[in-house]
């Protein structure tokens, strides 16, 4: 009975050592990484026992599209609050993928964001003046 027990506690301990382990790596490797631009539409800490900082950006490609969503998690205080202070503003996001996380504990989605910038957008060039409307029994331009 004791090597029952024994070889128990070792398959006990072998299982958190994994568990940690897995924890560790899918936090620490990031699948994927990219950038996202649109409006900031929500950030709030949620969580029943896990407080995490989670938002959701609003995607547009031309104006009068409907938005894509983009859900993210920011895992850090110096994060949000940039992005408070942009707040009402055209952002990019940085994130990081991490995949198969094992628990919501770090976070709801896979999206982490590490840094945001403002768009500064360029100046539009002037509008091409309209060529002169012809006048009554004119053909062309006037040389």
């Known amino acids: 009975m004791k090597t029952f027990a024994r ?11 994994v568990a940690v382990g897995w924890t560790w790596f899918s936090l620490s ?25 989670e ?5 547009v490609t031309m104006p ?5 969503k983009f859900e993210f998690t920011v895992r850090d205080d110096a994060v949000v609050e940039q992005i408070n202070a942009l707040a009402g503003k055209r952002v ?3 994130y990081r993928q991490h ?4 628990t919501t504990c770090f976070g709801e989605t896979e999206y982490f964001v590490s840094g945001i910038r403002e768009v500064r957008d360029a100046p539009q060039p002037a509008a091409p003046l309209a060529p002169p409307v012809p006048q ?7 040389r």
């Open 92 to 94: 990019v996001l940085h």
């Open 29 to 53: 490797w990031s699948y994927a990484e990219g950038e996202r631009a649109g409006y900031v539409q929500k950030l709030s800490k949620k969580g029943w026992l896990c407080k995490t900082w």
């Open 7 to 17: 070889a128990l506690l070792i398959l006990l301990v072998l299982l958190i050592v």
């Open 99 to 102: 995949k198969f996380i094992p």
């Open 64 to 68: 009068g599209a409907i938005p894509e």
């Open 55 to 59: 938002g959701e950006i609003a995607m």
């Open 136 to 142: 009554q029994g004119q053909l062309s331009e006037p």
